[in-house]
């Protein structure tokens, strides 16, 4: 491994030098490689090995020396020191000498710029303008490159309620429309039960009546259970009969649920990903619910049987095209879909890549670099289906792609509506309708009907309107002054009010058989599931944060037990980053990054409840560990190892040591 290095100006110049490797040195959080960049959530961890030629050093300080001497002889002010516009065109050329180089030590042309913007030091590049302080040109932005100036017409923002969404819901694509009834909405549903049992009405009537009865049931924010886990929840979804349950969670590995009983949950097996990078990406269940194919930050992908009795090792596929499982893929995978078939994986990477894997014979059949950038999510147009298919990409693009074409490496056509990356996609399964979740804080609706031909794409050109858009969702806070309608916008419908920051938050279509396909839902960075109307208003929201925070729960001491708290402790935060609507029952299930520093992991169950009195038991917001064993209130649950104790009925000693 080489010696760290840190440029430093000696005679105009930057040179590189060493600097000492000390026990106190600690992996660089920031550097990442600039023609590697990995952009997945707050990711502080490394993907190449030591011996990758492209990476300098995998530990050091970042030293930035610079020699300023005073001389005489320079332009100056008579006294030694250089006038401001030769001290500032001094430090431009500096810059321009460490940045234009190819190699520069541990840095990056990107970092110089974001070390600029974070410490405020664009003015000594690029120039204060004028003696007030004011630029003299408006256009130029601090930061080297020039914006178009957009006018900031309050109106720009979409129209809610929006016309062409009340037209979808209007068509009975969307759910039903609601039947006129004189009785007070509270005893609506009543009704409406005593009217389907009766068998009132004719044939289109009683389907009105069953389907507005559906989508009437929406979750509340009362939590059925809350299910604790030492790490965060990255994703967790039903499988498409509702029998199956499975949970990703940072501490690589995936949770199974039989929720063939929804109001009864039980937990048969856990499945490690071996030598995992950071955290669990995603995961995607066969078309026949046999497999679990899940992911984690390099170019491996675990496939798990989720039958119970099979206890034997996850197989590993290798998704780079040299077919060597291991680091030296060269990418991560940040998302992973089944086929309609089942016979084919494909994955979108950060190596700007679409991947497409055919798992008999162990094969890389395509890999396209179809985008500028990270390509985050992937997903098929229909689940029965395997041809269209769609990826999502940090450029801000989606594709579209026929599998029986992907050969040649260029898309069917293209969607173009978001200003900054896409999070996530999920598709209607009818081989028509899209969903998107996008950095620039809003969830989009797309018609295939309406996408960009190749040839229409490479006409309008979209993506110069939104070449600067590198908004830091990890850290940042979107400043909505900075969102404009993109000019070549195609999509039907855009919903705001969630907010995607923090991590790679995801939207879903609410399932037919329990909502009659009425809405659209996505999780947020404050804490909440928020459930939209087609039209772009607002249904309902589930407050997951308001019920996880009644009863916080500690990491483990060690690695054996936790503390468990009721309500009362500040500071607790909590991001949903995903969500599922069970598919024939009014439940949702939010996995969510939850803790004091999002240090933790929840899964909350909410079900449809007219009143938050209740009678049952167990009672509701009743928590649990991964397991599913109980945690008693005040109580210190018993020690045990969470995913290595082989008895999985333990439950709480009522004799247990009470906390204060």
Known sequence: MSSPRSPEYIGGHYNVVDTEESEEDEHDPDYIDDEEEVDEDDMEHDLFEEEDEFHDAEEGNIQFLVQVEDDDEETGNGDGSQSPDAERLAVQQRLINLISSRRTGLVSRRQVLDFLRRSNLGHLVFGNGDSNGESDDEDYSPFGYRRRPRAMDPDRFPKVPSEKGRELMNSGTFGASSIYSRIKTKKQLARRILDRELGMGNRATRNINQGVMAQSMIPSSDAEMIINYDDNVYSGQFSDDGNFFFACVKDMKVRMYDTSNPYNWRHYKTVP????????????????NKWLAYTSIQSNVCLAPTDPNDTGDPYMLSLSEHGRLGWRGGFGIFSIRFSGDGRELVAGTNANSIVVYDIESRTVLHTIEGHDDDVNAVCFADKSSPHILYSGSDDTTI???????????REAGAFVGHIEGLTYLDSKNDGRYLLSN????????????????????????????TRYSEFDYRWGRFDDSQWFPHPNDNSLVTFRGHKVLRTLIRCHFSPPGSTNSRYVYSGSQDGKVYIYNMDATIAGTIDVKATTSQAHTMPRRGPTHRHFYNGGLPGWSTVVRDASWHPTAPFIAASALNGWDNSLGTVTVHSYNESSFDEGEPPMGSSYDEKLRPMASGRRSRRHNSDDDEDEDDMVDENDEIFD
């Not at 594709?399 to 490496?409: E, T």
């Not at 190749?454 to 110069?464: S, V």
Request: zero cysteines; hydrophobic letters at 35%.
């Open 438 to 465: 996008g950095k620039d804080q809003t969830m989009k609706l797309w018609d295939l009907k309406m996408m960009y031909t190749t040839a229409q794409f490479q006409e309008l050109n979209p993506r110069q309107h």
């Open 399 to 409: 594709k579209v792609w026929d599998r029986r074409s992907m050969g040649d490496g």
């Open 273 to 288: 990903f071996t030598f995992g990078s950071w955290t669990l990406t995603d995961a995607s269940l066969s078309p026949d």
